[in-house]
């Protein structure tokens, strides 16, 4: 079993930041992948980013490339997500997920977080 914690949502206008963390444990954090997901209101929840156990590769959803920036802190038990140039389109509900397989982070055997808000004004 693994648990995730998120912190760092709020409310920022247009083009403002946000840093998101995600605290994990449970199980040995350096032997999962990791990833954030995002659900806005009435819509799906969606991919946003992913990095490897190792923080070696890392993979975004085209609208949020050149933006945000995943990395982790394997010490710390910690991934976080910056977000950098935000838009109203980023608002929604962010999830961090862990899972053993990089590909597999947000499918079948994802422990997920309980999510935090973000709201972009415009």
């Known amino acids: 079993q693994v648990q995730l914690v998120e912190s760092g949502g709020g409310l920022v206008q247009a083009g403002g930041s946000l840093r998101l963390s995600c605290a994990a444990s449970?199980?040995?954090?350096?032997?999962?992948?990791m990833g954030w997901f995002r659900q806005a209101p009435g819509k799906e929840r969606e991919f946003v980013a992913r990095?490897?156990?190792?923080?070696?590769?890392?993979g975004y959803r085209d609208s949020v490339k050149g933006r945000f920036t995943i990395s982790r802190d394997n010490a710390k038990d910690t991934v976080y997500l910056q977000m950098n140039s935000l838009k109203p389109e980023d608002t929604a509900v962010y999830y961090c997920a862990a899972n053993r397989g990089y590909y597999m982070v947000g499918s079948a055997g994802t422990y997920w977080g309980q999510g935090t808000q973000v709201t972009v004004s415009s």
């Open positions: 449970g199980r040995t954090f350096s032997s999962y992948a």
């Open positions: 990095i490897t156990s190792s923080g070696g590769s890392t």
